[in-house]
């Protein structure tokens, strides 16, 4: 069956580190995989998208890559602050440019 | 503010109740997409339309639900015969879509809590 697996545990980590998430999925092919932001009680918001072919995407302190043979994106947030703590998805996308939610992963960072 | 609105933001009813609620999309994009997201899960797709043609329609999506997207801009997503299960926050985003990749700018939500 279609799986996307974001871990469910919410990782802390003391302000100014790299924060790395994880997205895995099984029996996809997407051509294209978003990440989103989600703030408690609001809706997502669109961080980065990144297609089959490319390898990275950086957007300021962001950075996706994307490994279409281990079936994994990796999002990173380089020197987080405490804004940064939110709920962070990955979103596969599939024909008709259906969203594809993982389950999301909790980012806690302590000053 | 020119975001995807929705309304209402938080709606109450009783189990057998029809509820409705209405999504208005970023100005001129053409479609537009309705979600839902439970507590500690990401949003699970529903259906989508393009202008006013609803093209895909979930699982999720029993015959107690129904969308409408009339003359291609808001939508209303109506739930009949309301029931505990259906409590949940519905999501609705909007698009610009022309070919290739899509990006989906979402709205607030309506959390609806069936007693």
């Known amino acids: 069956s279609q799986k996307i697996e974001q871990n469910s545990e919410a990782l802390n980590i003391q302000e100014g580190k790299t924060a790395t998430l994880t997205c895995n999925y099984t029996?996809?092919?997407?051509?294209?995989l978003q990440w989103y932001r989600q703030d408690p009680g609001r809706g997502p918001v669109f961080l980065l998208l990144?297609?089959?072919?490319?390898k990275e995407k950086r957007k300021e302190r962001l950075k996706v890559t994307f490994d279409t043979t281990l079936k994994q994106s990796l999002f990173h947030i380089t020197a987080s602050q405490p804004a940064d703590s939110a709920t962070y998805l990955c979103?596969?996308?599939?024909?008709?440019?259906?969203?594809?939610f993982g389950g999301g992963t909790r980012l806690m960072v302590k000053p | 503010d020119t975001g995807v609105s929705q309304d209402p933001r938080h709606k109450i009813t009783k189990r057998g109740q029809n509820v409705t609620f209405r999504c208005d999309p970023i100005?001129?994009?053409?479609?537009l997409y309705w979600y839902r997201q439970t507590l500690g899960q990401g949003p699970e797709f529903l259906t989508y339309?393009?202008?006013?043609?609803?093209?895909?329609k979930s699982r999720l999506l029993s015959d107690r639900f129904s969308a409408e997207r009339p003359k291609g801009s808001f939508s209303t997503l109506e739930i009949q015969r309301t029931e505990q299960g259906d409590s949940a926050m519905y999501l609705c985003?909007?698009?610009?879509?022309?070919?290739?990749?899509?990006?989906?700018?979402f709205g607030p939500g309506t959390r609806l809590t069936v007693l």
């Open positions: 985003a909007s698009s610009d879509w022309a070919g290739g990749t899509d990006t989906q700018y």
């Open positions: 990144i297609r089959e072919n490319e």
């Open positions: 029996n996809y092919s997407p051509a294209y």
């Open positions: 979103a596969l996308v599939s024909a008709g440019n259906m969203l594809t």
């Open positions: 339309f393009q202008n006013e043609a609803q093209l895909e």
């Open positions: 100005s001129e994009h053409n479609r």
